[in-house]
């Protein structure tokens, strides 16, 4: 018993309501999943991080946090007192914008005062690196120095501490506290740069998520800020990770407009001049728009939070979601006595076909390990597909008994250039396969990959300016390389530490880099405390030099017992790490990873980089890694790359094979020739305008690889509906030229080489589908002429 073609049951109806059905489904999840925070703008939750070991994941997540959330704000003037009054105003309409948790201006005494009080009982188990070096080697050198500061200017300040501190020791270790030395006016950070002063002001966001409309208020907040400062004749400088995060956030909203409302003004003028009606405008929108809503809804319900420039993309993906609608509209025009159940029993396995061969394109960027692909695809993946089931659920119904009654006007021009351009083309096939040849063979000779990961964001030129000027100024913010430093217990992590700061201290010395700071240069272990402590009982005390050294300054016996009882009392005390960490600000304690699994772990955050090959050698040590964000995922995006050029070619064998068992494998080298030659256009045309290639590059070859089957497809089964085959083909290219063309007008690199790309490719493809089936036109031609005569 033979089975009814699926459709001759087709019940138009019964398919709308099951539009409708699974639409209502979509919006109700959409009016859950919207009303919370979906949309993410942080540059890092682009980057991948399962590619990490655990504990590397972890410490950069550590590292991160406070880089995520600070901002530096330098207030300058020809005065220092005048930069103190810019700052001071600065501060209070900084603290009225409630955008921070922490507005720092003058520096926090009681914080340092309580810490010193804290500290003050373990002093003789503490001393800085240089102190002990000077008391293993030459102890009086110790009695030297602290005479000059006494005798100095600054020696009023120290004065006041002698009484208990007479040793000057732990004044020596808790000024080493802080490795750069930073000049207070009125308890606030001034700096100097030749005739100009700057004073400091440090803020933290209060939420590290950075969401766009805090964002905007800040970049708001910066800029009246700025205007403020200099009309009173000041000036400021503002830099911090959130600024470049809100610049990349208005970036992709400016984009997101441009290519959104771009294509969408592209497709209505396409569409009217086409079509003449109001009924194909809408049925296009309504395809478009329910496609981009169930793709935002099942990303932010699959995600959690979407990336802005996923939005970017998605804008895009309005010229391509309509292509289903105008091949179905445009199949109208292929005979007089259409209508939409037979429209769509002609178009469908093209339809079908296509939409397979753009999933499985989009398919390739969901097996990257960058969430922001996977996003992309995912959203793409699905707003293609129900922008499909739109048209082919929903149009027979909402087409029944609709006919054009005029014959467009570019349909008079894609007819022709259908007819004679493959004619052309094959009058000429020598010499224009002669200059291809050259063309695709010198741009693939050209062609350069590129892999650095900050082509992600392009910040502007003044961003970057100002930011450099400011870590000239106040080189105290940690650069992104940092160690990674681990032992199997506190005393283990504690030594391979101590030998790594050693290390680095040597490579100060040479200029490597400005300063380091990593929790054993100022908490020793309990081995450590205790040599501290017998270091200054063998070489100060019972040497009888600290005695000697209190009489010459003026201290009676009753005082210098009372030193020597005291130092005696706390030879037993010991400072745990947790103690100390109790009393250290913010910044060191985010230094300490804690013990976990038989693993102590720690981070050195390194300041002022400036030979990072002599660094990244000393990750050699026992215990210790380095860790270089950059570099390591600039080698990811390399071996990606690699894997994705891998991926296309499966992509190609794919649906080689695919075409190959539906239409014969003859055809599907005849059908496949059009990705082909699109491809290699595309890789040509980015060698000869010295385009950015990357792993992007390449999943917007998919893309082209796709839309190239897609448009081969549909010439080879187009048959005696050349005609308006091509009428939809051009207008399929048209408004997805639009779109991505759009994407490569972009600021940010990455953006722009992925539009860039796709618009070589759609153009190339656009030019070669049509040249399948030339045999047919040359027979029709010559059957014209034959009936002419």
């Not at 398919?15 to 639409?23: Q, R």
């Not at 682009?46 to 590292?63: D, G, M, R, V, Y």
């Not at 240069?521 to 205790?530: K, L, R, S, V």
């Not at 100390?580 to 304690?589: C, I, M, N, Y």
Request: one cysteine or more; proline letters at 4%.
């Amino acid at each position: 018993m033979n089975k009814k073609p699926i459709l001759n049951v087709y019940h138009p109806k019964l398919t709308a309501g099951l539009w409708l059905v699974g639409m209502l489904v979509i919006c109700v999840l959409g009016s859950q999943a919207l009303t919370k925070d979906w949309l993410e703008t942080s540059f890092l939750a682009l980057l991948p991080t399962n590619e990490q070991q655990p504990e590397i994941a972890k410490a950069t997540l550590q590292h991160n946090q406070l880089l995520n959330r600070k901002v530096v704000w330098l207030a300058g003037a020809a005065t220092s007192q005048e930069a103190i009054n810019h700052a001071q105003k600065l501060k209070q309409q900084l603290e009225q914008s409630q955008l921070f948790n922490k507005v720092v201006l003058e520096f926090p005494q009681q914080q340092y005062i309580k810490q010193y009080q804290q500290l003050f009982p373990y002093r003789y188990q503490l001393l800085d690196a240089q102190t002990q070096a000077i008391l293993v080697t030459k102890s009086d050198e110790l009695i030297k120095q602290n005479l000059e500061i006494l005798n100095s200017p600054i020696g009023q300040m120290q004065a006041a501490s002698l009484e208990s501190d007479p040793s000057l020791i732990f004044s020596r270790y808790f000024s080493a506290q802080n490795p750069i030395k930073l000049n207070l006016e009125q308890g606030i950070v001034v700096l100097s740069e030749q005739h100009r002063f700057w004073a400091l002001l440090l803020t933290d966001l209060q939420d590290e998520r950075l969401q766009l409309d805090k964002l905007e208020t800040l970049s708001s907040l910066v800029d009246s800020a700025t205007e403020q400062v200099k009309a009173t004749g000041g000036e400021l400088l503002v830099s911090g990770m959130p600024l470049f995060t809100a610049h990349g956030a208005e970036s992709a909203k400016q984009e997101i407009s441009t290519v959104g409302i771009g294509s969408s003004l592209g497709i209505i003028v396409l569409l009217w001049a086409t079509f003449r009606s109001v009924r194909p405008l809408l049925l296009s929108s309504l395809a478009i728009g329910s496609g981009l809503l169930a793709a935002l809804v099942i990303c932010v319900l699959f995600f959690g939070k979407i990336h802005i420039l996923t939005l970017v993309f998605g804008a895009s993906l309005i010229g391509v979601a309509d292509d289903y609608a105008q091949h179905f509209l445009c199949d109208s025009f292929g005979e007089k006595d259409w209508n939409p159940r037979k429209g769509l029993k002609f178009i469908l396995p093209g339809l079908s076909l296509g939409l397979a061969s753009n999933l499985l394109s989009y398919a390739g960027l969901g097996f990257s390990p960058f969430p922001g692909l996977q996003e992309v695809a995912l959203f793409s993946a699905m707003g293609l597909l129900v922008a499909w089931l739109t048209v082919v659920l929903l149009f027979p119904l909402l087409l029944t008994g609709f006919t054009f009654d005029h014959e467009p006007g570019i349909l008079k021009l894609t007819t022709y250039w259908e007819q004679h351009w493959p004619l052309w083309v094959n009058k000429n096939r020598r010499w224009l396969g002669l200059m291809l040849a050259v063309f695709i063979a010198g741009g693939l000779w050209i062609l350069t990959p590129q892999d650095d990961v900050r082509l992600l964001q392009s910040p502007p030129a003044e961003l970057l300016r100002t930011a450099d000027k400011i870590r000239q100024l106040f080189p105290m913010s940690p650069d992104n390389p940092f160690f990674l430093v681990s032992g199997k217990d506190q005393a283990d992590w504690h030594q391979n530490e101590q030998t790594l700061l050693k290390r680095l201290d040597a490579l100060k010395q040479q200029k490597a880099l400005t300063a380091y700071e990593g929790l054993s240069g100022y908490w020793p272990d309990a081995d450590q405390q205790q040599q501290n402590y017998r270091l200054l009982k063998r070489n100060l005390y019972d040497s009888g030099l600290l005695e000697r050294y209190m009489t010459d300054l003026g201290f009676d016996q009753t005082a210098v017992k009372s030193e020597y009882k005291q130092f005696a009392a706390a030879e037993r005390n010991m400072l745990t790490l947790a103690e100390w960490l109790a009393t250290a600000d913010e910044t060191k304690q985010q230094l300490w990873l804690g013990c976990d699994s038989g693993r102590c772990q720690s981070t050195v955050a390194l300041i002022g980089i400036n030979d990072a090959g002599v660094l990244a050698a000393l990750q050699d040590l026992p215990g210790v890694v380095w860790v270089d964000q950059v570099e390591s995922i600039s080698s990811l995006f390399a071996r990606y790359r690699i894997r994705a050029s891998g991926l296309l070619t499966i992509a190609f064998c794919l649906a080689s094979l695919g075409l190959g068992f539906k239409f014969g494998w003859r055809n599907s080298v005849t059908i496949m020739s059009v990705p082909v030659a699109a491809l290699a256009v595309s890789l040509a045309m980015l060698g000869w305008f010295d385009q950015l290639f990357s792993l992007f590059n390449l999943f917007a070859l998919l893309l082209v690889l796709g839309i190239g089957v897609d448009y081969g497809l549909f010439f080879f089964m187009a048959g005696d509906r050349r005609a308006s085959t091509s009428l939809g083909v051009t207008l399929s290219a048209l408004t997805t030229l639009l779109a991505f063309g759009l994407l490569a007008t972009s600021s940010t690199e990455i953006v722009h080489a992925f539009g860039f790309t796709v618009t070589a490719g759609i153009v190339t493809a656009l030019l070669c589908a049509p040249l399948i089936g030339l045999k047919d036109i040359q027979s029709s031609n010559t059957m014209e002429r034959g009936c002419q005569k």
